[in-house]
């Protein structure tokens, strides 16, 4: 399975300005405006899609699927961004249960890439980097901008957090994806997740400030996986 932007276009959920968390002021230096993001809507593959009909679970009657995340940090020329959260809170309507992170790719990346990457998944359910097939669901999975430093946290967990950090001669800008395989109560049909977005940004001279997605977008970025 080849996933990328062509074969699986991101379709944006939302696009605006990043706000100071209340109570804090607002620096606009030289004129300039806030720190421009937009937050992709997320993109659901079901286990069988991406395993196979004979794979079967490996913890009884939960169900499995693949998701990925993307967002654009936009900084003008003014702006210097230091680093970038992506949040994600995971939860299951109708199931006192709740869904987890089952494995996350990225989890950890040092070093700049801007090539196809090529992947399996595991029967037992993890990421791996390969350069030929071992068995299990081959992907293959399209990083076309270079990638600065990102650790991830959250792998078993309800909440789920990637950080992206600049780097001296890799400045944070452009487009980010992000996959995660996501475990979900078998009383639940679909799961909902919550994106959240904040950023720590200098403008000019001033020094870095924290910039989230206002509340009034916040409200609306949670999204249903599945059906």
């Not at 300005?17 to 993109?43: D, H, Y």
């Not at 430093?149 to 600049?166: C, E, L, P």
Request: glycine share 8%.
């Amino acid at each position: 399975m080849h996933i990328s932007e062509t074969n699986f276009p991101i379709e944006e959920a939302w696009r605006g300005e990043l706000e100071p968390p209340p109570g804090q002021p607002v620096f606009r230096s030289g004129g300039g405006g806030l720190l421009k993001v937009s937050i992709g809507r997320p993109t659901w593959w079901p286990g069988e899609a991406i395993l196979g009909s004979d794979w079967h679970s490996p913890a009884g009657d939960r169900k499995y699927g693949l998701a990925r995340f993307a967002i654009t940090v936009a900084p003008d020329e003014s702006q210097t961004v230091k680093s970038a959260d992506l949040n994600i809170e995971l939860t299951a309507p109708g199931s006192s249960e709740r869904p987890v992170a089952f494995d996350l790719y990225p989890r950890e990346l040092n070093q700049i890439r801007k090539d196809s990457l090529k992947l399996t998944i595991s029967p037992a359910l993890s990421f791996m980097e390969v350069e030929a097939a071992l068995g299990g669901a081959e992907l293959t999975l399209d990083l076309t901008n270079a990638v600065p430093v990102i650790t991830a946290y959250g792998v078993g967990q309800t909440a789920v957090r990637w950080r992206f950090k600049s780097q001296a001669a890799h400045p944070l800008d452009g487009s980010r994806v992000v996959y995660a395989i996501i475990e979900r109560p078998s009383a639940a049909h679909t799961v909902e997740a919550k994106i959240r977005l904040s950023a720590q940004t200098k403008t000019g001279f001033t020094a870095y400030m924290l910039g989230q997605v206002p509340q009034n977008a916040a409200d609306s970025l949670t999204f249903t996986l599945g059906s």
